[in-house]
């Protein structure tokens, strides 16, 4: 038998612009058909193979095969038709134009939180949740005790969910979802919600599913995950397959068309900005304060954040990742450092947060800046990926002054003494022997 699970042939999508077509009974048909009967055999207009002004192509001659246990990135900027393929395959949205042949069970991580209701515990929420997710009574029996340590909220197990945070329901509907045993998983962007520890220990699963030889598709714009998770990667642009092969070389020319050095980043003027934090603006300044994109390996860069808090907040955290261009996370920060605490209070109004890499820091190369503001451990209020981005030049570099090697090359303070010796001056011993 052949070993291809997943087969996509032509895939084309195609949605209404604007307000949706509201549903059609059976009423309304005889009552149009006896208003206007001609309208019942008028030929309809075939469709504009590159949309008109009230359809759009959401995916357009999209075909790929799928090995049974690969693991295959997806990526592509927002609106590439990413979600939309996924939806196809799980059979949640049929196809304009195409066909999708999938073999074995699937499962699908699209939305986390399908099935919650407020009023019922976590406990019965799990076994809901997990039912209408397409487990069966015994696997959630099997599995309970693994999904709820794994979502961290045993203490509240039996609490009604509407009492639950935001960031704890979170945690447990990934916790249940995560823990399906299909032969096809679909994994949408559910890694980007939840404080940035749950986001690795999510991470974390994934890989543990791919280890198990399953067939994994995974939608993500953490260029980093993809890279370590995924052999094979397809870049969806504009609806359609514009690279498909090993990750390294797509991942590659993504970033080399859409990672633009920036130094400034400001939120569009027409963004919500209802949450409880919204980041404003990044920049990153030189020495003499002003936007710079290229550093020499012996000049400071300054990152400056503006951000909204919109309610009052018993703690927040505004947290920094700098990323090689490839998304993988050279070092992170937060405006906590040296604090000694996780977060603090922020009364409503527009703060600017200020850091500094040391010089020398970085080894050469280029760099992006992805942000966010979370309540540690239970909510994450925004998180911002591809901000700004700046290069450090070869010049007065010590990678290329001295060779060392690493993502890092900082400057550290040495001191060295000489100890006295009595035999030998010129000779300082490190220990001397026992002679018992």
């Known amino acids: 038998m052949s070993d291809i699970v997943i087969r996509a042939e032509s895939l084309g999508k195609r949605y209404r612009i604007g307000e949706r ?3 059609v ?3 309304d048909i005889l009552a149009r058909a006896i208003s206007a009967p001609a309208r019942l055999f008028r030929a309809r207009k075939p469709a504009s193979p590159n949309g008109d002004a009230t359809h759009i192509w959401a995916l357009k001659d999209v075909s790929f095969e799928v090995r049974q246990g690969e693991v295959l990135g997806l990526i592509g900027r927002n609106g590439a038709g990413k979600t939309t393929l996924l939806k196809i395959l799980a059979q949640v949205t049929r196809p304009t134009e195409g066909r999708a042949r999938l073999k074995g069970r699937v499962g699908s991580l699209l939305e986390v939180g399908t099935g919650f209701h407020p009023e019922l515990t976590g406990r019965e929420n799990v076994y809901l949740s997990g039912a ?3 487990m069966t009574k015994a696997e959630i ?4 005790d693994e999904i709820v340590a794994f979502s961290e909220v045993e203490k509240f197990i039996d609490t009604p969910l509407k009492y639950y ?7 447990l509907a990934f916790a249940v979802a995560a823990h399906l045993e299909p032969e096809i998983l679909l994994v949408d962007e559910v890694l980007a919600v939840g404080d940035l520890e749950f986001q690795r220990k999510c991470l974390g699963k994934m890989g543990d599913v791919a280890r198990t030889g399953r067939t994994v598709l995974f939608v993500s714009h953490n260029m980093g995950a993809i890279a ?3 052999p094979r990667t397809i870049w969806l642009e504009a609806g359609r397959i514009v690279g498909d092969a090993p990750s390294s070389g797509v991942l590659a020319g993504y970033q080399s068309k859409h990672l633009k050095r920036s130094a400034s980043w400001t939120r569009p003027p027409n963004a919500n900005l209802e949450g409880a934090v919204s980041f404003l603006e990044v920049t990153v300044v030189g020495m003499d304060g002003t936007p710079c994109v290229s550093f020499a390996g012996n000049e400071q860069a300054t990152i400056k954040v503006r951000y909204k808090v919109a309610q009052p907040l018993r703690a927040l955290q505004i947290g920094a990742r700098i990323c090689s261009h490839d998304g993988t996370v050279i070092l992170s920060t937060a405006d906590v450092d ?3 605490y996780s977060g603090v209070p922020k009364d409503p109004g527009v703060y600017t947060g200020v850091f500094r890499l040391t010089k020398g820091l970085l080894a050469p190369g280029s760099y992006y800046v992805f942000l966010a503001a979370n309540l540690p451990g239970l909510q994450a209020y925004e998180v911002v990926d591809q901000t700004v981005s700046f290069e450090i030049s070869n010049v007065d570099s010590l990678a290329s002054i001295d060779g060392r090697l690493g993502a890092v090359t900082p400057l550290f303070e040495w001191e060295t003494t000489k100890e006295a010796s009595n035999d030998d001056p010129t000779l300082t011993p490190l220990a ?3 002679l018992g």
């Open 21 to 23: 077509e509201r549903y």
């Open 25 to 27: 009974a059976l009423r």
């Open 132 to 134: 209408i997710l397409g």
């Open 141 to 144: 029996q099997r599995k309970f």
């Open 165 to 171: 945070s935001s960031g704890m329901q979170m945690r």
């Open 228 to 230: 370590r998770l995924c």
């Open 338 to 340: 040296g604090t000694g």
């Open 432 to 434: 001397s022997p026992s």
